[in-house]
């Protein structure tokens, strides 16, 4: 598979009635922001026809980051040398790209690096959003999307992408996020009822930076893809509510619940570990 660079630019939010002026104005990153990776996530979706035109999608974008305006930002330090995220709407990057293919005849995408194509590369990344639609010549869309992890966890990234869907679809953007991350300083004076530190979370330094996947050689890494079938899932569902059907406030198992759980169970038993360990 060839994936084609048709353009590559900078999008920026689209605000309805008067734009706030572009200043140096910064949110600090809370506490639970430092923790995290310091890093892009990536995430590939593929969409079947028909799928709306380019047009309608930057544009539903753009109407996003009216609303997430930490996203259209930069990475940068206060006075104090503390990370922060520069509030200068310098935009995110949106690539447009083709594949003279059609999608089922790469899809099931076998594991290896010709995926990394179909977003836009981790190195060196300055804006905190990167975006790639990738047209087939069946007519299916595949969305690349990249996101810094210091602005948002996988839930507030989610809820980004539901804005995206509803605003590319003329829809109101509901619920809007909350920009306020003072809401986790911390109280004065301090008042600890548990000792997260060292359990929770350790201590690092920051990563100016931090490896990305795209240095990875393909003989590093070995990737295992398992298909479960309907049946299988049905099966495991079922088993799962069943056992939990003698507690009053129990709810059935959801299939994603039974899955992980049967897998955590898998990878458990293959690693050997005694009776009473404690996993990660």
């Not at 309805?16 to 809370?30: A, K, N, Q, V």
């Not at 809401?183 to 979370?201: A, L, S, T």
Request: aromatic share 8%; proline share 7%; with cysteine.
């Amino acid at each position: 598979m060839k994936v084609k660079i048709e353009s590559t630019r900078t999008i920026k939010p689209a605000y309805e009635g008067i734009s706030p002026s572009p200043t140096l104005h910064f949110i600090p990153l809370s506490v639970f922001d430092k923790a995290t990776y310091n890093t892009h996530i990536a995430v590939i979706y593929a969409y079947r026809p028909p799928t709306p035109p380019n047009a309608t999608i930057e544009y539903g974008l753009k109407r996003a980051l009216s609303e997430y305006r930490e996203w259209a930002g930069r990475l940068g330090e206060n006075e104090k040398g503390d990370p922060v995220i520069l509030m200068n709407e310098k935009g995110v990057k949106f690539v447009e790209a083709s594949v003279n293919d059609k999608l089922d005849h790469v899809m099931p995408l076998k594991p290896s690096s010709v995926i990394l194509s179909l977003h836009p590369s981790l190195k060196d990344v300055e804006e905190l959003v990167q975006v790639q639609l990738t047209r087939f010549t069946c007519g299916s869309l595949v969305v690349g999307f990249t996101a810094h992890h210091l602005v948002a966890d996988g839930q507030s990234t989610s809820n980004f992408l539901v804005a995206w869907g509803r605003a590319s679809r003329g829809l109101d953007m509901n619920p809007l996020p909350i920009h306020d991350r003072t809401i986790f300083n911390p109280r004065k004076p301090p008042h600890f009822e548990f000792d997260h530190r060292g359990v929770e979370y350790k201590s690092k330094k920051m990563v100016k930076n931090c490896p990305n996947v795209d240095n990875i050689v393909d003989d590093d890494i070995i990737v295992h893809k398992i298909h479960f079938t309907l049946d299988f899932l049905s099966k495991l569902k079922a088993r799962a509510s069943s056992s939990s059907n003698g507690h009053s406030n129990s709810k059935p198992s959801s299939t994603f619940e039974s899955l992980v759980a049967h897998l955590w169970r898998a990878i458990t038993k293959a690693r050997g570990l005694g009776g009473f360990e404690t996993t990660h």
